[in-house]
Nanobody, 113 residues
Framework: VQLQACGGGLVQPGGSLRLSCTASGSISRGSVMGWYRQAPGKQRELVAILTSGGSTTYAASVKGRFTISGDNAKNTVYLQMNALKPEDTAVYYC????????WGQGTLVTSPA
């Protein structure tokens, strides 16, 4: 599986942005796709994940503002980000987990203070 992420950009605080990540190849039952982010000087952290069964998990810092969803026909997972804050500024990485981790190339999201 290879991942292609897109949708990052510059958005004012309070604004919205949608990231998408498309996986090439077959998505395995029991796999997990999700988004992680890494801010400057910080470790990479989980943002949201979506299992192939439809279960979701969110970081506490984004719960209620971000929504992860998937389109199985397109092998694509989305991250709808609303009410963005300056602390959401980071490089966002798409992730696919099935027996091993696969990472996308990262897309920068900037919400300036």
């Amino acid at each position: 599986v290879q991942l292609q992420a897109c949708g990052g950009g510059l958005v004012q605080p309070g604004g919205s942005l949608r990231l998408s990540c498309t996986a090439s190849g077959s998505i395995s039952r029991g796999s997990v796709m999700g988004w992680y982010r890494q801010a400057p000087g910080k470790q990479r952290e989980l943002v949201a994940i979506l299992t192939s069964g439809g279960s979701t998990t969110y970081a506490a810092s984004v719960k209620g503002r971000f929504t992860i969803s998937g389109d199985n026909a397109k092998n694509t997972v989305y991250l709808q980000m609303n009410a963005l804050k300056p602390e959401d500024t980071a490089v966002y990485y798409c992730n696919y987990e099935y027996l091993k981790a696969t990472w996308g190339q990262g897309t920068l999201v900037t919400s300036p203070a």
